[in-house]
Nanobody, 126 residues
């Protein structure tokens, strides 16, 4: 059974860092495009970062560029989102998503992805 499990969220002060993990089971993560999304209360889910299969292409939303880094550990079948210099406006539930076929590229459209994790809460506050 294909499953994605996020972890690593929590409460952090402005300027701090967190590393989110997205562990996959039931398939080999390196063969698929991955997206990280977030959803703040009362707002739509938005794309934060994505990477194509084999990490040929990697993208970041302007709001996180230079602060967030997406990466994979193929041995652990896990994708990470390293978040530095966190701001209060980064507060949201963060989700990872996987494209269900070996399609090229990646996307910030939620409908492009087939599988989603349950989300992990990130709160940036002093």
């Amino acid at each position: 059974q294909l499953q994605l499990v996020e972890s690593g969220g929590g409460l952090v002060q402005p300027g701090g860092s967190l590393r989110l993990s997205c562990a996959a089971s039931g398939f080999t993560l390196r063969d698929y495009a991955i997206g990280w999304f977030r959803q703040a209360p009362g707002k739509e889910r938005e794309g934060v970062s994505c990477t194509s299969k084999n990490d040929d292409s990697t993208y970041y939303a302007d709001s996180v560029k230079g602060r967030f880094t997406i990466s994979r550990d193929n041995a652990k079948n896990t994708v990470y989102l390293q978040m530095n210099s966190l701001k209060p406006e980064d507060t949201a539930v963060y989700y990872c998503a996987v494209k269900g076929n070996r399609e090229h590229g990646c996307s910030y459209y939620t409908s492009w992805y087939d599988y989603w994790g349950q989300g992990t809460q990130v709160t940036v506050s002093s």
